[in-house]
């Protein structure tokens, strides 16, 4: 196996140069630097990266925060997260909280004893003043997750605007008795698009009756109770706001079980466009998020951090989102084609 001195001899080098260039360190000539990445390839030498991590101290390792990786759009953000990571030379380990105070907590410690680099938070649970404290262990990004906070930079769309949008869009295809369907985490996210469904309504002087919202749906068969629920309790919905694609898809399930026609009898808006939108019949009207873009930029910020720990200077990105109409609520298209000829 070859060593160090192996490659200081073939590049003709001291084994101290050889060193600054595995390091990643400066003052060493870009001649000298290929010299001795030749070396290395031609005897197949691979750096000790555990022992350059604790020489840098460093970890070369980002832990990233979710509730959930089988949520569609954490799956997808998590791989963005990862590749664009990679090609910075850090590795990602991702930490479930399930929307669990203590165990974010948990998991924040990891920066606190030095084993990531940095945090990024796609959700928050607890309180702002909770985290903050970690700011001084290493730095925190939030991607998706926001809210009024101090030296913390956040990624995200505006989900107030996102949830209005929707809301409109469910109001223009006639509907005027809305449901509201949420996880029932009480996050800013949520108390943000919420306000956004609210001042869709006002605008259009419709009321919205508290009965009307449920706050425990995450998934598919959550999605179908709340079909079960409403058409029991409620039958005088006509639209539901959904913050999930698979809350949304659970509804068009339960309704092509039923005599109920959608979006004839129930318009219904997802969230997140998931892969599971476009499948479902009829496909599902939703909000999508460019989960690339936003990965990107978050790995971006949290690496300049990295590199300079003096700094906790809160920058904030505010990305476009796109409300993407599908059958699910297009109304119209039903009228035209049932039209007289």
């Known amino acids: 196996m070859a060593t160090i001195e192996d490659v200081a001899k073939l590049a003709g080098l001291s084994r101290t140069t050889v060193s600054r260039v595995i390091n990643d360190q400066p003052y060493v000539t870009d001649d000298k630097k290929q010299r001795i990445i030749d070396a290395m390839k031609t005897l ?7 022992a350059r991590r604790l020489r840098r101290r460093c970890t070369e390792t980002i832990a990233v925060l979710l509730p959930r990786v089988t949520n569609p759009f954490f799956g997808k953000l998590i791989e963005s997260l990862e590749q664009e990571a990679s090609r910075n030379g850090y590795q990602v380990i991702v930490c479930q909280t399930h929307d669990n105070k203590q165990k974010e907590l948990d998991y ?11 945090v990024i938070m796609a959700s928050l649970i607890n309180d702002w003043q909770d985290i903050e404290p970690y700011l001084a262990s290493g730095p925190i990004v939030l991607c998706n997750e926001y809210r009024p906070a101090n030296g913390v930079s956040m990624i995200h769309i505006d989900h107030k605007k996102a949830a209005y949008e929707s809301t409109a869009h469910l109001i223009h295809e006639g509907c005027e008795q809305l449901a509201y369907v949420t996880g029932g985490h009480d996050t800013f996210i949520a108390s943000e698009r919420k306000a956004g469904f609210l001042e869709a309504l006002a605008e259009n002087d419709l009321q919205f009756d508290p009965k009307l919202e449920v706050n425990w749906a995450l998934d598919v068969n959550d999605g179908q109770k709340v079909f079960q629920y409403l058409i029991e309790n409620h039958s005088h919905v006509d639209g ?18 039923s005599k109920l026609n959608i979006p004839g009898d129930l318009a219904v808006v997802g969230f997140d466009n998931q892969m599971l939108s476009l499948l479902m019949v009829p496909a599902i009207t939703t909000i999508e998020q460019p989960v690339e873009d936003m990965a990107a930029k978050t790995i971006e910020v949290l690496v300049e951090k990295m590199n300079d720990k003096g700094t906790n200077q809160e920058r904030r990105f505010v990305y476009p989102h796109q ?11 039903i009228l035209s084609q049932s039209a007289p000829l």
């Open 323 to 333: 409300l993407i109409v599908r059958s699910s609520t297009n109304r119209e298209q």
């Open 108 to 118: 924040l410690q990891l920066l606190k004893t030095k084993q990531v680099d940095g």
């Open 240 to 257: 539901v706001f959904t913050g999930s694609d698979e809350v949304a898809a659970g509804i068009v399930y339960a309704a092509s079980q």
């Open 44 to 50: 197949g030498y691979v750096p000790n990266s555990s």
